[in-house]
Nanobody
């Protein structure tokens, strides 16, 4: 059973920073594309940032220049560094792992971590 465990969510003031972590287990982590999604109340879950097995990154427009996704294959962990946080970044953040096509392209999800940006 694939496990993804997020941590790092918290209450932070506007302009502050947080770093989210997602530790993966029971997968060959280096082969998986990883991503962070978020879901605010009353809204659909959407992509925040992703990183391929080769290290290529992609960001939704609203976080470009503020958020950075990275991965440490030795630690089976993906990170999301979030700077200059805004109230509209408030959401539950979910870690996603997608297996390579040869393994079925299956999506796995963590349980989510709450990020609240408020003064």
């Amino acid at each position: 059973q694939v496990q993804l465990v997020e941590s790092g969510g918290n209450l932070v003031q506007p302009g502050g920073s947080l770093r989210l972590s997602c530790a993966a287990s029971r997968i060959t982590f280096r082969l998986y594309a990883m991503g962070w999604y978020r879901q605010a109340p009353g809204k659909q879950r959407g992509l925040v940032a992703s990183i391929t097995s080769g290290g290529n990154t992609n960001y939704t427009d609203s976080v470009k220049g503020r958020f950075t996704i990275s991965r440490d294959n030795a630690k089976n962990t993906v990170y999301l560094q979030m700077n200059n946080l805004r109230p509209e970044d408030t959401a539950v953040y979910y870690c996603n792992a997608r297996s390579p096509p040869v393994l079925g392209g299956i999506n796995y999800w963590g349980q989510g971590t709450q990020v609240t940006v408020s003064s």
